[in-house]
């Protein structure tokens, strides 16, 4: 009787034994690994506040445009994903014929470009006149312009709360990495405002500087601001068009600009050397040569008498999409592209007497706030055919919001009694502080948000 007593214990106690090892093991599988960022920016637990009764809803992938539109909204849940996993063989198994990519939902998906903007006293994040990277152009309070509640605005999502801009952790998301921003004058306009941005996370302000000593102005095309506590660099490269511009000389013996739609722009080698990458085109596509196309593009060797600026930016774009999906590693290196910025004159253009002066208030209601040029749809296709992932910060509608934010006639110092011609206005860059601070507040909400793609860095 006490044989059979411990042979039915002896049992018994292999059996737990048995089945302790399954949970073990089925916990070990499910375990997160690396997501998205975490292998490469230092983690800060950013609480992102989602409405509690938001609904969770299926979403789609997409085959290479990392929406940041879809994220999570908790910040300490984690995805499992393969340890080893490449970021393109993630995406590429996730894809489908609507091009957005899959985030796991934890308290359901917030879209970060559909929303409205919301009075916030704590704004802006940098006052007036205190950056010294704000060039002329865009100072607007310094050259005059008296009214300040376009300042005071900050881009609230519908269903989800931005995480708080915080200069220090974007810094230390940064530590040890070149953050580059390529392209025209208006991201020479962001470029300006993430430099005041990140000066707010400095103690001590001289441990940033441009490392040419040069000072920022629209004349100059190349600018690398270090950050001696982190290691770090945030630089722009001037590239009006991502593509080759050149010129050639015509029966007369003048010369005239062209655009290579099939040559990459002669600073590519200054992208490959970035972390992150920033890019834009769009508003040099409307201006003059450009958009009549008389004797201006050329593919290969063949100068095309005329052709269609449209079609022209669409191969443009893919000739750039062609050089990141040759020359980027994603596993190393991560890609934004930021969407057209809307400009907002009235009677007019830009050479044409349009105007935007007077203007206090952004746009509540009215058909413009849905207008989504040409140019996006454009960008979207091409992304979406691209082999390396590349995330869209789609700014458009937000910014056709914001009539209000432009420098109209405060480009220039109006003080002192100067007299200032009102016939050429700028309204379609930015003031600073003002818009463009959303748009960096974008990409680090991206960097703070978890994905469920994976990346090695």
Known sequence: MASNNRYTLTIFMLLILFLLSIL???KRSLEPSLSLYRSFFSQAHVALNSPADSAET???????????????????????????????????????????????????????????????????????GSCP?????????MNGRRDSSYLRWRWKPDDCDLPRFNATDFLERLRGKRLMLVGDSMNRNQFESLLCLLREGLTNKSRMYEIYGHKITKGRGYYVFTFLDYNCTVEFVRSHFLVKEGVRING?????????????????????????????TGHWWVHGKTARGKNYFKEGDYLYPKFDAVEAYRRALKTWGKWIDDNIKPSKQLVFYRGYSSAHFRGGDWDSGGSCNGETEPIFNG??????????????????????????????????????????????????GKKISRRRQDCSHWCLPGVPDAWNELIYATLVFKQTVSIQW
């Open 133 to 141: 990277y704000v060039d002329g152009a865009f100072d607007c309070q």
């Open 252 to 280: 007369q013996g003048d010369s005239n600009p062209t655009l290579s739609v099939d040559q990459i722009d002669k600073t590519a080698n200054k992208w490959k050397r970035a972390d992150i990458l920033v890019f834009n």
């Open 24 to 26: 073990l093991i089925s």
């Open 367 to 416: 058909p413009f706030l849905d207008s989504y040029p040409l140019k996006m749809k454009i960008v979207e296709e091409v992304i979406q055919e691209m082999r390396n992932p590349v995330i869209l910060l789609n700014v458009t509608r937000l910014t056709n919001y914001r009539k209000d934010g432009h420098p109209s006639i405060y480009g220039q110092n109006v003080t002192d």
């Open 58 to 128: 299926p979403t789609e992938s997409r085959q290479s445009n990392i929406s940041v539109s879809e994220v999570f909204v908790e910040e300490d849940k984690e995805t499992p994903v393969a340890q080893n996993e490449s970021f393109v063989d993630n995406h590429n198994n996730n894809k489908n014929n609507n091009g957005d990519v899959s985030f796991e939902r934890v308290n359901g998906a917030c879209d970060l470009y559909m929303g409205s903007w919301v009075k916030d006293e704590g704004y802006p994040v940098y006052r007036p």
